[in-house]
């Protein structure tokens, strides 16, 4: 039960610093583009930067955001399938659900890790950044591990919780 905790405060500490990020990349995506805009429409030049960041932001919002709405719950799929079962029978298909996404999650952060680290991949650059390609990349294995990260602690969670439940006599 102790470990259960431990993980479950690191998973918050870490969707916190989610969030944040989350929160400063969505401001600097509105900030930059809206720069754009109006250098645009009243300089007609604008920052060659400019686009490319606002794309690698975009990237690393969805992959990483995905992984936080994973944790917070906001998959609708699930809930759909899970809000009609009651008992074992939803026990039983979270366990299942939760072991599919570690197995997928696993097996896309294992494929997007060696391929953001090919020396092809470390060799490349952006062209209005000059940013290395891996950096831009990594965000799509970050995301996945982190939800097979958060898969992991709702499966403790729940057999903390039915440990709990039959300690104190429930079914």
């Known amino acids: 039960m102790k470990f259960v905790n431990f993980y ?13 990020f989350l ?25 060659v930067w400019a686009e490319e960041l606002v794309k690698f ?32 029978a939803e026990k039983a298909v979270k366990l299942i659900n939760n072991v599919i996404i570690i197995g997928f999650c696993s097996f896309l952060s294992s494929q997007g890790f060696t391929y953001t680290f090919l020396p092809m991949v470390a060799a490349m650059k952006s062209p209005g950044l000059k940013l290395n390609m891996s950096v831009v990349y990594i965000t799509i294995p970050l995301g996945f591990t982190l939800i097979a990260l958060f898969a992991v602690e ?12 039959e300690l104190k006599g429930g079914n």
Request: with cysteine.
């Open 23 to 47: 929160a400063v990349a969505l401001v600097l995506m509105v900030a930059i583009t809206s720069l754009e805009v109006i250098r645009r429409y009243l300089f007609g030049a604008s920052f």
């Open 8 to 20: 479950s405060k690191i998973m918050e500490i870490l969707f916190k610093l989610i969030r944040l």
């Open 57 to 88: 932001l975009l990237v690393a919002v969805t992959f990483i955001g995905g992984a936080a709405a994973f944790r917070a719950g906001g998959m609708a799929f699930l809930d759909l399938i899970t809000c009609r079962l009651r008992g074992k």
């Open 154 to 165: 709702q499966i403790l969670r729940q057999f903390a919780e039915g440990r709990t439940t």
